[in-house]
Nanobody
Framework: QVQLVESGGGLVQAGGSLRLSCAASGGTFSNYAMCWFRQAPGKEREFVGTISWSGRSTYYVDSVKGRFTISRDNAKNTVFLQMNSLKPEDTAVYYC?????????????????WGQGTQVTVSS
């Protein structure tokens, strides 16, 4: 069983940056592809980005390309989401998830373990 704990959320002005972290425990971290999803109030959970087990492959939703970067440190069992040039529409609860496969995926149903989420609020 894998446990995931997100941190790093908060309130930031538009144009600012935040770095989210997701610490994993209870499994062999390098066996898992990881991802970030987000959910804004009244909206469906939305895929943000994913990273393969090695970190060599990443994919992003079009709305964050060029602004967000996913990375991972397998030695520290942690995945990161660097968010730059934040916009009010990025406001959401951000979740990390782990998939029992080394290949990344973009569909929530493909992920087996989820964190509790961290709130990101971007003010205009």
């Amino acid at each position: 069983q894998v446990q995931l704990v997100e941190s790093g959320g908060g309130l930031v002005q538009a144009g600012g940056s935040l770095r989210l972290s997701c610490a994993a425990s209870g499994g062999t971290f390098s066996n898992y592809a990881m991802c970030w999803f987000r959910q804004a109030p009244g909206k469906e959970r939305e895929f943000v980005g994913t990273i393969s087990w090695s970190g060599r492959s990443t994919y992003y939703v079009d709305s964050v390309k060029g602004r967000f970067t996913i990375s991972r440190d397998n030695a520290k069992n942690t995945v990161f989401l660097q968010m730059n040039s934040l916009k009010p529409e990025d406001t959401a609860v951000y979740y990390c998830a782990a998939r029992s496969s080394r290949a990344p995926a973009t569909v929530a149903e493909d992920y087996d373990y989820w964190g509790q989420g961290t709130q990101v609020t971007v003010s205009s």
